[in-house]
């Protein structure tokens, strides 16, 4: 990896984060073996930081139909058609560790039409890409289609939900340059 710093903006040292945000990159930390990236960059605006991660956190971990590994395709997919490098490097790895396949990140951050995937996870994002890249194009007819492959209204709401999060997070990732961690690259191949 290059020496490119993190972000375009300053990043606050460890120490001079406010207890709960640095409580909850501490616990990232021990639980991962390292700070992700993100989480030093987004520190710098300490409130923002709290909504984001509360954010996050209550859209990718709570009870849902969509399973844990089907919140990581969807950001995956609308990730590698925003070109977030942060994104689909940190969310490929959790997406191999959770689905156990050490392809599946590749192949949707490429091109989700020829990803080794059920129809139902292909209709999942097929509407995910909709919402991050036409949500002006949505009808009707996209919620039956989902329908028709077992989706219910929460887990529609919840594959639009984390689609446009995403959407905001991969922009704020862009815009200011926030880099992968190294270790991402390695997880679960």
């Not at 097929?126 to 209204?153: C, M, P, R, T, W």
Request: aromatic share 8%.
């Amino acid at each position: 990896m290059s020496n490119q710093p993190i972000s375009r903006f300053k990043v606050p040292a460890l120490k001079d984060v406010p207890t709960d945000i640095k409580e909850k990159i501490l616990a990232v930390q021990a639980k991962t073996g390292f700070v992700p990236n993100v989480f030093l960059a987004m520190a710098a605006r300490p409130d923002e930081c709290r909504a984001f991660f509360m954010h996050h956190d209550t859209l990718m971990h709570k009870e849902s139909g969509l399973s844990k590994g089907e919140r990581e395709m969807i950001v995956v997919t609308t990730s590698g058609l925003n070109q977030c490098l942060y994104c689909v490097v940190a969310h490929g790895a959790v997406l191999r560790i959770r689905e156990k396949n050490t392809l599946i990140a590749d192949q949707l951050a490429t091109n989700y039409r020829k990803a080794d995937i059920t129809p139902r996870q292909r209709a999942m994002l097929y509407f995910a890409v909709k919402v991050s890249q036409q949500s002006h194009e949505i009808s009707d007819n996209d919620f039956a289609d989902l329908k028709e492959h077992g989706f219910s209204q929460d887990d529609i709401w919840d594959i639009g939900a984390i689609s446009a999060f995403f959407a905001m997070s991969n922009r704020l990732a862009n815009m200011a340059s926030i880099q992968p961690n190294a270790e991402f690259y390695a997880m679960g191949r």
